[in-house]
């Protein structure tokens, strides 16, 4: 629900900077995560892996580019932008740990 928020508040005027510190990687992290789940759903664990870790990497560039440059400064920044960057980090990086073991 909150990255359906994101898609929506891109929109407004008041979305600011902070859209532009997601920017391109957004999209670029959509693909990977699709192409991710569907190497894992067809049971190619090792490629599926490593397109974890390229999800990975892009999520957490986003993660920092959000927390070092573009501070929040309202609360539908908080909720659609910074929230669910670092709720989808959180869930990638716990799930790249799961899917080498």
Same mark, same amino acid.
């Given at each position: 629900?909150?990255?359906?928020?994101?898609?929506?508040?891109?929109?407004?005027?008041?979305?600011?900077d902070?859209?532009?510190?997601?920017?391109?990687?957004? &999209?670029?992290?959509? #693909?990977?995560?699709?192409? /991710?789940? @569907?190497?894992? $759903?067809?049971?190619?664990?090792?490629?599926?892996? %490593?397109?974890?870790?390229?999800?990975?990497?892009?999520?957490?560039?986003?993660?920092?580019?959000?927390?070092?440059?573009? &501070?929040?400064?309202? #609360?539908?920044?908080?909720? /659609?932008? @910074?929230l669910? $960057?670092?709720?989808?980090?959180?869930?990638?990086? %716990?799930?790249?740990?799961?899917?080498?073991?």
């Amino acid at each position: 629900m909150l990255l359906i928020g994101y898609g929506v508040y891109q929109f407004f005027d008041n979305s600011g900077d902070a859209i532009h510190g997601v920017g391109w990687r957004f &999209a670029l992290l959509a #693909v990977l995560n699709s192409i /991710f789940i @569907h190497t894992y $759903v067809t049971r190619h664990f090792i490629v599926a892996f %490593i397109f974890s870790l390229f999800g990975l990497s892009v999520v957490s560039s986003i993660y920092y580019s959000l927390k070092r440059h573009y &501070a929040a400064r309202s #609360v539908p920044d908080v909720l /659609f932008v @910074h929230l669910p $960057v670092s709720l989808w980090h959180g869930t990638k990086t %716990i799930k790249s740990i799961l899917c080498f073991v």
